[in-house]
């Protein structure tokens, strides 16, 4: 028999809880706690009885048939649902890799990674669990991973664009070379295409917006003309490529343009394309099928060296209720500055709710935990009572399958991109990495989106209590134990802004 885990912490601390649970139980049942609610059963039939009517002669058959069924309730309860039974260790709790193999996802197992050690060191400790949790358990991860499986399998455009975006020149000397490059090559070679006016598709204007343009590699009298004004160490000099130009002790070399750009491993096209992770430009070669991988390539290259934001088209992509239909002058004013606060605040809120998304399942797998641990001490301020193990149940399922919630809120979120601006939609954009570099023309929905991690399984937790179900408000749990995180993740943006206003104030 197998429990499954879907997280790598939620496999370390299932094991956890259960080796606590069944330590409580112990307790309860060497120091005699266990059996109290027989005596409280006892006595609340008792004054029930004793309180309803003015028949006494039925009173003590009333009295002993309620208690006698609510023993015999309480002992079912106590060996399905408090007794631990099947034992459970790290053999037969296993990490579920359907979803990652599904998506066609490699996840190692906890037993190929560096963390095997420690999941295997609970001071040599394995756990049992009561009849009734481990059906719960299974039932619960069943329904959930149907239900996470039902979706659509997608690449994560959302997580692409922050990689892109975190993607950095680390290199000082590259830095400086990329300045150098732009200074020498660039530079001239968009004046001299500013000056001979030469008529341009869409696709060649916004190509020689960036410094690997295509056009002025192929064209000649552009790169193929222009030379680095400084000797590079990588290109010897070269008496017929160079002559007029001054020797130095180096042996460093005035490339051109070109050369400077494509030539092998020391171009600087292979040394930038070399600060990028690999598996970042795998996925999203994967997902740009429509692109070959030195197109997929250049345009990362163009994100790294060439930062910019790109106008969104004008298109109308969300159906909203703001303005009127035509817009008149206080709308369109209403809208910019409606638009510059959403600038403004994203600068802080963003952060902030990534650092949220990344808490959350944490959260979670902490909350099962603690659900797991408060189990015997439930039942037994329960009174054993069916209506207490229906209702803990109740609350573990709605655990378990909120992770489904954070599946398809991610999902979502991943995907919308995709399906408003990508390759052949109505609204793409022109850059082919759907101007990942642009937070802007999609703002509203980010905000929209971050929160939707937090209302969705408050929803569910709504619509539970609709059918009856009071599993109370332990979703607060993830609110609050996620609050802290989220000020601390916001505070980044802040204290980068006080930065910047205090260097411009000097």
Not at 15 to 43: C, H, K, Q, R, Y
Not at 225 to 243: H, M
Not at 271 to 290: E, N
Request: hydrophobic content about 45%.
């Amino acid at each position: 028999m197998t429990l499954y885990t879907t997280d790598y912490l939620e496999y370390y601390l299932t094991l956890v809880a259960w080796v606590v649970n069944n330590g409580i139980w112990s307790i309860l049942v060497a120091s005699g706690v266990f059996a109290l609610p027989f005596v409280a059963i006892v006595i609340q039939e008792w004054l029930k009885a004793r309180s309803e009517g003015a028949d006494e002669g039925n009173k003590g058959v009333l009295s002993s048939m309620r208690i006698e069924n609510r023993v015999w309730v309480a002992i079912v309860v106590i060996m399905f649902a408090g007794i631990p039974f099947i034992p459970v260790d790290l053999a037969t709790i296993r990490f579920d890799t359907t979803r990652s193999a599904q998506c066609q996802v490699s996840v190692p197992l906890p037993n190929d990674t560096g963390w095997a050690n420690v999941y295997t060191t609970l001071d040599n400790q394995s756990a049992l669990v009561p009849v009734w949790w481990f059906f719960m358990h299974a039932i619960s991860k069943a329904v959930t991973g149907a239900a996470v499986a039902a979706i659509p399998c997608g690449t994560d455009l959302r997580q692409i664009r922050m990689d892109v975006d975190a993607t950095r020149i680390d290199d000082p000397v590259l830095a400086q070379e990329v300045a150098d490059f732009t200074h020498d090559c660039y530079g001239p070679s968009r004046a001299k295409l500013f000056m001979n006016r030469p008529t341009l598709s869409d696709e060649q204007m916004n190509d020689v917006t960036w410094i690997g343009s295509s056009y002025f590699l192929d064209t000649p009298g552009f790169y193929d003309t222009y030379r680095s004004k400084t000797p590079r160490t990588a290109w010897p000099y070269d008496a017929t490529r160079d002559a007029g130009l001054a020797q130095v002790d180096s042996g460093g070399g005035y490339p051109s343009c070109r050369q400077w750009w494509v030539d092998g491993d020391q171009g600087l096209r292979s040394r930038l394309l070399a600060q990028v992770d690999p598996d970042l430009l795998t996925r999203i070669g994967r997902w740009a099928g429509f692109l070959s991988q030195s197109e997929v390539n250049d345009s990362v290259i163009r994100a790294v060296v060439s930062p910019r934001q790109q106008k969104m088209n004008q298109g109308t992509v969300y159906t909203d209720y703001g303005g009127q239909i035509d817009k008149t002058l206080p709308n369109i004013v209403t809208r910019g500055a409606g638009d510059l606060g959403l600038t403004v605040g994203s600068l802080a809120f963003f952060p902030a709710m990534d650092v949220v998304r990344q808490a959350l399942p944490m959260v979670l797998t902490m909350l099962k935990m603690a659900l797991v641990i408060c189990i015997p001490l439930v039942l037994l301020i329960g009174t054993y009572d069916l209506k207490t193990v229906v209702t803990v149940s109740c609350v573990q399922f709605a655990l378990f399958f909120v992770d489904f919630w954070f599946q398809l809120a991610r999902w979502i979120d991943s995907t919308i991109l995709d399906a408003l601006y990508g390759w052949h939609s109505p609204h793409s954009n022109f850059n082919p990495l759907m101007g990942l570099n642009n937070a802007f023309g999609d703002t509203l929905l980010n905000f929209v989106m971050a929160m939707m991690f937090i209302v969705l399984p408050t929803f569910w937790v709504m619509a539970l209590a609709w059918a009856g179900v009071r599993t109370g408000n332990f979703l607060g749990g993830l609110i609050t134990g996620t609050s802290d995180a989220k000020s601390a993740g916001g505070s980044g943006s802040r204290l980068a802004m006080t930065a910047v206003s205090k260097g411009v104030a000097k």
